[in-house]
């Protein structure tokens, strides 16, 4: 499921008061992150009692924090007298916030910054804390100098690359002598993770799709299934994607979610999500089963291409099942159910299940900034044992000669490729067809070239 990308940074912040509370909110989120990490939660800052600008200011600063967090725990770590994860959660996320709007925020003001982070450490950590974050912000502030100065990225240890594009040119050479561990660290990649995507792809393709989780994703808007002329609220716009029946939305959340609620033939849903679904467009299933159908991105576009089929959806995420459920409370023609009454109400009957399993996310981390930091070993091996585990139980519900269309948006051949193989070898299917996509779109390149990564396998049943 596609979502909005990264919050851009207000235009103009107050330094007291509200910008205050803004800050606070994001470094309270930091401070429970950084106490579980690597192992991220998806969240986000809590806006009470802030007024709108300063929710967007508590987002921006969380989001760069969390997505820059290996590229700022390094840099903070060259200033700190203990290494960086020795420090206590609090203190980290007072460092981590600070460095980065100090980094990548270029309308705040150095002495607001460091003002408001040395403030909050004394309220939040302890009095003397205070001391500790004024001087580390110091030399983090002497690495930007008193003008920004910006160049092309050329990988160099002085070098942190943009989101926007480019890179900024610090004063002093503070990352690693290493090239390759230089480059994971300024664009915030774990070494593990790294070093997996130069053994699989090769270091050319590994360093685009590392630039590309720098990326503040576009919000993409299937069209291709439009009934009527879209038009959208004055001060927004549908700009023209490069892959046909997507476009790019330009304008408030407000107005998307207004646009959305009118029609219900137009979904938010990148390219690569929606290729999957795509590979099955030539069959013509009586019954479809969406077995981890999330919020209902794919949902809505299987009852867009096969408006003839009945469709049963669910997840095994209870919240995820209720949004479900309340997205299609008016429909005719999907039922949301829990997972234990899919089998005994689609045993044997299914034409279709599609598999849009859990996943690592590494195709989306872009959009998906907390996934790259629990990116390793370990997780790989639960989300596979996971994965083969749903594909075991979805194939009972298959009708004689159904098929199953298996999903991720990850890059990982553990995740993908070797999946199908598995259910080929051990459970007697056929691959029909099965497709790949890397991400594409480059820091500061065009919206309408952006697009996630994803894999699908169309696979027939051997029963």
Not at 414 to 437: G, P, T, V
Request: hydrophobic residues 45%; contains cysteine; proline residues 6%.
């Amino acid at each position: 499921m596609s979502t909005p990308g990264h919050t851009p940074p207000p235009a103009d912040i107050s330094t007291t008061g509200e910008g205050l509370r803004a800050r606070d909110a994001a470094m309270r989120l930091l401070a429970s992150q950084a106490r579980r990490y690597p192992d991220l939660s998806i969240a986000v800052p809590d806006e009470t009692g802030l007024e709108t600008r300063d929710a967007a200011l508590a987002h921006a600063i969380y989001e760069q924090s969390v997505s820059r967090w290996i590229t700022l725990a390094w840099i903070v770590g060259r200033f700190s007298k203990q290494p960086f994860h020795e420090l206590e959660a609090s203190m980290k996320a007072v460092l981590l916030a600070g460095s980065a709007q100090l980094l990548f925020f270029d309308r705040l003001p150095v002495h607001a910054v460091i003002d408001t982070s040395v403030e909050l450490a004394k309220r939040r950590i302890r009095p003397k804390a205070g001391a500790m974050v004024n001087a580390v912000l110091r030399r983090v502030a002497r690495l930007v100098g008193p003008t920004r100065q910006l160049g092309a990225y050329a990988g160099e240890a002085n070098q942190v690359p943009l989101a926007e594009g480019g890179a900024l040119n610090l004063t002093e050479a503070v990352l690693p002598d290493d090239s390759s561990e230089r480059f994971a660290v300024a664009v915030g990649l774990p070494g593990g993770l790294w070093n997996r995507w130069r053994e699989a792809f090769g270091e050319a393709d590994a360093h685009m799709i590392a630039l590309h989780t720098l990326i503040r994703p576009p919000v993409v808007v299937n069209i291709a299934h439009a009934t009527a002329p879209v038009s959208v609220s004055e001060g927004s716009a549908l700009a023209p994607h490069s892959e046909p029946g997507r476009a790019v939305y330009v304008g408030s959340p407000g107005h998307l979610r207004k646009l959305l609620t009118e029609r219900n033939d137009l979904w938010v849903q990148d390219a690569a999500s929606a290729a999957p679904v795509e590979l099955a467009s030539h069959l013509q299933p009586g019954l479809i089963v969406d077995l981890c159908a999330g919020r209902g991105t794919k949902t809505r576009q299987l009852v867009a291409m096969f408006p003839n089929a009945r469709i049963v959806a669910s997840d095994a995420d209870a919240a995820r099942l209720r949004d479900l459920a309340e997205t299609f409370r008016n429909s005719q023609q999907v039922r949301v159910v829990p997972l234990a009454t899919v089998r005994q109400r689609c045993l044997g009957k299914a034409d279709l299940v599609l598999l849009d399993v859990p996943c690592s996310n590494t195709g989306v981390l872009a959009r998906r900034i907390e996934a790259k930091h629990r990116a390793g070993s370990t997780q790989l091996e639960r989300l596979t044992a996971a994965q083969r585990q749903i594909i075991a139980d979805a194939i009972p519900l298959l009708a004689p000669g159904g098929h199953v269309l298996y999903s991720t948006c990850s890059i990982d051949t553990d995740e993908n490729e070797l999946q199908s193989h598995w259910m080929q070898r051990w459970h007697s299917f056929k691959l029909a067809c099965e497709q790949f996509r890397l991400p594409r779109g480059n820091p500061g390149g065009s919206a309408s070239e952006y697009a996630d990564a994803s894999y699908a396998a169309l696979l027939v049943g051997g029963r």
